[in-house]
């Protein structure tokens, strides 16, 4: 554990001009947004004037920074503004004062002071092809930055698909080999936040319960933490009565497009995606791409840019290079395997045809007395 | 003046006629029979309900709550797939105390010579080649090939994948979802194995094309029954031939 000299959550958050009505106020907010019991803001609070604060350190490797922007505009200003002291950032190269050698400095000394206490957030991944060359910071390869700081840590949250699943940079074909955390780091606990990029609420929500329990939120299968991604935005949506109803948009400007009809048929993979954006929502609550009226591309899902189109809901199979859609080559199969089965019986009827003429003609045409049959035909 | 079987009997003999005499051996025992038909129906609701989950039906007019047409046409579907579902693990109890034909759905004589050589043959009759095809008291080894991959090894794979699907909805934890929600990571995600399930019931349907085809036609031309197998259970041959 950190010497006694190191500061609380709160008198971090005080040093940063947070009054402490505003702290109570988090503290609540943020037992509501886990699902928790009322009686919970006051341990949230407790937890938070008397544990020492665990430092985080970010490090972003091949990413577009969409985790960051989504981050710093966490929906309640309040949230965001706490959990930016709150966690007082040791270390992220996008948004600290200090640079370069200064910079590196701190995440030395952080890996050293905190050793085994402190949580890495990574956003982005390491590229591994031309000896990680493709992502270089501080001028080194980012795998090796990334190794090093993870050595010690407590645990690591993955920040967004890219860190996740690997995102567009994993997509097929992959020339640098970018690959997600946990294939580059196996002997620490992972907890993967996906979505590009995730939301901004379900960000901090999972920093502020790792921090303020000092344990792993509950995870899925998948390493997703479950309070947020247990289940599918369709299951949540508020456009599910028009799916059930079966009422669906067919085209972008149809009445039914208008009348906010399920998007179901022009692709949309809230059928598969497991996020909280129907019930989170973004930019402060507004709305989230279903309710602008477009489909969920399934941002949060493994691998989302391989699975085919955006806009189709049976989604075309991969085979070796080659695209196939189920129901295209199920039709044509069954097609086909109708004609064949219509030629088939066709030719079979004249078999049998055939071998009733010659029965009529020969009385004995039992194959086993067929030599005679045959001399009589002749 | 009226001819009796026995006159004709007789005339047949007399112009050298061999006798064709009509034995029967009872080969599908009625639970048999009944959980064919039983998987008949639910694979054929299932392949329906299927395709219009996956392509719905043109928008239904008025206000949502007015209508449940995608609930039920899911309801069906996994209605169906219960009834599938449970019909399957009916077969596999009575393959154990069936009788010996009630294991060919189970069991695949892949090492043994004949089996392949007997296949090939059925192929053979089936291109014409072969002027006759051979009797079999159950299933002939081309058929049994058929069913052993499309109903055993497809029906496990449709309803891993079906339930998995399934456990999206009844949700983490459920018994669904620990019994079959580790195939979703495994296999990628939810959308892989949604498409692996439609490419499944595409197989299947294939299948049932031929199967009804060449039961129909097996009935036709082979030299014993088929359909009415399926109906009575007794398996007719229509000469005494080898």
């Not at chain 1, 022009?266 to 602008?292: D, E, H, L």
């Not at chain 1, 809901?313 to 086909?336: I, P, R, S, Y």
């Not at chain 2, 759905?105 to 043959?121: V, Y």
């Amino acid at each position: 554990m950190p010497t006694a000299t190191t500061e609380t959550f709160y008198e971090v958050m005080r040093r940063q001009g947070i009054t402490r009505r505003s702290f109570i106020k988090f503290c609540s907010l943020t037992a509501t947004a886990l699902g928790l019991a009322p009686s919970f803001a006051g341990k949230i609070a407790h937890a938070m004037e008397t544990k020492p604060r665990t430092p985080v350190l970010w490090l972003h490797g091949l990413e577009c920074t969409c985790c960051s922007e989504s981050f710093i505009r966490s929906a309640h200003p309040l949230v965001s503004d706490v959990v930016l002291s709150m966690i007082s950032l040791d270390y992220d190269d996008l948004i600290m004062a200090s640079a370069g050698h200064q910079a590196e400095a701190i995440l030395e000394e952080i890996t050293h002071k905190y050793k085994g206490n402190y949580i890495l957030a990574v956003e982005g991944n390491p590229p591994l092809e031309q000896e990680g060359m493709s992502c270089i910071i501080a001028g080194r390869p980012f795998v090796e930055q990334l190794q090093e700081v993870a050595k010690d840590c407590k645990a690591i949250i993955s920040w967004g698909s890219c860190a996740s699943w690997g995102c567009v940079q994993a997509a097929r074909p992959n020339p640098t080999r970018a690959t997600p955390v946990h294939e580059v780091i196996r002997d620490k606990p992972i907890i993967k936040v996906p979505g590009c990029p995730p939301i901004a609420e379900v960000m901090t929500g999972v920093l502020t319960y790792m921090l303020t329990f000092e344990r792993i939120p509950e995870l899925d299968r998948q390493g997703r933490p479950v309070m947020f991604y247990g289940q599918r935005i369709h299951d949540k949506c508020y456009r599910r009565p028009h799916f059930d109803a079966g009422q669906f948009v067919e085209d972008w400007d149809d009445e039914a497009a208008r009348k906010g009809y399920c998007l179901y048929k022009m692709g949309c993979k809230g059928p598969t995606t497991y996020n909280a954006c129907s019930t989170v929502r973004w930019n402060n609550g507004v709305s989230f791409p279903i309710q602008s009226g477009h489909g969920c591309i399934g941002c949060s899902e493994d691998g989302f840019w391989d699975k085919g189109s955006f806009y189709q809901h049976t989604t075309d199979t991969h085979v070796f290079g080659v695209e196939a859609n189920a129901d295209k080559v199920g039709l044509a199969a069954a097609g086909v395997v109708g004609a064949a089965i219509g030629a088939h019986a066709a030719y079979s009827a004249i078999a049998l045809a055939r071998h009733k003429v010659a029965g009529n003609a020969d009385p004995t045409a039992d194959r086993k007395s067929s030599h005679a049959g045959a001399g009589d035909q002749q | 003046m009226s001819t009796t079987p026995e006159d004709l009997l007789r005339e047949r003999r007399r112009r050298n006629i061999p006798v064709q005499r009509r034995t029967a051996v009872y080969v599908y025992q009625a639970p048999l029979r009944i959980w064919h038909w039983v998987n008949a129906l639910s694979i054929t609701v299932l392949a329906v309900t299927g395709w219009f989950i996956a392509n719905p039906p043109p928008s239904m007019p008025g206000a949502a709550s007015d209508h449940f047409l995608m609930g039920y046409i899911r309801f069906f579907h996994f209605s169906a797939a219960y009834v599938f579902a449970a019909a399957f693990v009916f077969r596999l109890y009575w393959a154990f105390v069936g009788n010996r034909y009630a294991r060919q759905l189970f069991t695949l004589p892949f090492w043994r010579k004949s089996f392949w050589e007997e296949l090939w043959h059925e192929v053979r009759w089936y291109a014409f080649v072969e002027k006759e095809p051979r009797k079999y008291y159950g299933h002939n080894p081309l058929a049994h090939l058929f069913m052993v991959v499309i109903i055993t090894v497809g029906g496990i794979m449709m309803m891993i994948t079906g339930f998995a699907l399934y456990a999206e909805q009844t949700g983490l934890g459920s018994w669904q979802d620990q019994l079959f929600g580790w195939l979703i990571p495994l296999v990628g995600q939810s959308q892989d194995v949604r498409i692996w399930h439609h490419w499944g019931m595409w197989v299947i349907t294939v299948f049932v094309m031929l199967h009804v085809y060449t039961a129909i036609r097996e009935d036709v031309m082979s030299r014993q029954s088929l359909i009415s197998t399926m109906i009575s259970g007794w398996r007719m041959f229509k000469d005494d031939r080898p």
